[in-house]
C-alpha cells in the first residue's frame, strides 16, 4: 500500500555517494558499521552491489543528530 503512494521510485545510491554524503569516511568504516548493524540498511542488487535508499539514509542520520528528541 505505500508503495502505491509513492510518486516517483526513490533514490538509490551508491556506496560512494553514501561515503560521500557522510564526510568522505572510508569504505573500510562503512563497511566495518555494516558488520556492527549500525550503518544505514543496504538493499543488494542481484550483481551484488549495494545500495542505500535516500529515505533511509535521511532517516538515519535524523536519528543520530545531538540533541535529536528521543
Not at 5 to 26: D, F
Not at 38 to 52: Q, S, W
Amino acid at each position: 500500500m505505500a508503495r502505491e503512494s509513492r510518486t516517483k521510485p526513490a533514490e538509490l545510491l551508491t556506496v560512494p555517494q553514501v561515503l560521500h554524503e557522510l564526510g568522505g569516511i572510508s569504505r573500510r568504516t562503512f563497511y566495518r558499521w555494516r558488520e556492527l548493524r549500525i550503518a544505514p540498511a543496504c538493499i543488494r542488487l542481484p550483481n551484488g552491489e549495494l545500495r542505500v535508499r535516500r529515505d533511509v539514509l535521511d532517516d538515519w542520520l535524523e536519528e543520530r543528530a545531538e540533541g535529536a528528541a528521543s
